[in-house]
């Protein structure tokens, strides 16, 4: 992937995770954790060369322009997003993959002075929230989610969300989870609002509640279904009419106008370069 690809794939992935961004100019001028990224990759390239010295330099410069501390040494997969960026630590032996976030004060740190691996690696897809810190050479598996100001020490398996000190797993994924979180998703979309707040990992009491009523809902509807069915089949006449299509239009211009407006804002980008 060329230089200017790679950077457009990082504003885009920036307009689909920020919803505050307003434009590419807004975007170069005014996301430091972007900016560190960048320096980031030219830091890397120096390291890899054995120019360890400079890389450093250039790193520590990056410290200082953008709150970002990345070691030149850490390695790091595409479309990486740092919400805010203050605070946030990146060690030497570091891996992350693609599509990862991090928010403000996020310390993937060692817990040894011994050489080699001490830093923890990261699958792709996973996000680690703001003030949380993963410490030693552990694995955050593919699509992990890990809450504010948790304390991870051990590996986080595949599609899981810690929360605590020492972080703990809020929920073990299974296949009828999965099988909940995607009826979940397909019932939000059809009511017109967003399913992240229905996940079947989420700690919080309100949206459990909620996905517990689509659940319900769900059922109902199943049921109401079969009954039907059955009444139809011995001659009775119920459920002849459609029931009315839910209203949910105005959503779908909300979204096509937010797509639009991002893809216009890429579209302007290679006259800024």
């Not at 595949?158 to 296949?175: H, N």
């Amino acid at each position: 992937m060329g230089v200017i690809s790679r950077i457009k794939d990082d504003i885009e992935s920036i307009y689909h995770r920020d919803p505050a961004a307003n434009g590419t100019l807004e975007i170069l001028l005014n996301y430091p954790g972007m900016q560190a990224i960048w320096i980031h990759r030219v830091s890397h390239k120096l390291w890899k060369r054995k120019w360890c010295l400079t890389a450093r330099v250039i790193s520590t410069f990056s410290r200082w322009l953008t709150g970002v501390e990345i070691h030149p040494g850490a390695t790091i997969g595409d479309r990486f997003f740092i919400d805010h960026g203050m605070g946030v630590v990146i060690g030497e032996t570091a891996e992350i993959g693609n599509d990862c976030t991090l928010y403000h004060g996020v310390t993937l740190g060692g817990t040894t002075w011994q050489a080699g691996k001490r830093h923890p690696t990261l699958g792709n897809n996973v996000v680690v929230g703001a003030g949380a810190q993963i410490l030693g050479p552990i694995t955050m598996h593919d699509g992990a989610r890990v809450g504010s100001n948790s304390v991870v020490v051990k590996e986080v398996p595949k599609d899981t969300t810690v929360v605590g000190i020492p972080a703990r797993v809020v929920a073990k994924p299974s296949e009828q989870s999965k099988e909940h979180a995607q009826r979940r998703t397909e019932m939000a979309k059809k009511y017109g609002f967003d399913a992240y707040a229905v996940s079947p990992d989420n700690p919080d009491p309100v949206a459990n509640a909620i996905g517990q009523m689509l659940d319900h809902m769900h059922l109902m509807d199943s049921k109401v279904q079969e009954v039907c069915q059955a009444v139809q089949s011995m001659g009775g006449s119920v459920c002849t009419e459609r029931l009315p299509e839910l209203e949910v239009d105005e959503f779908s211009d909300v979204e096509q106008a937010a797509a639009e407006k991002r893809q216009h804002a890429i579209d302007e980008f290679d006259p800024i370069i």
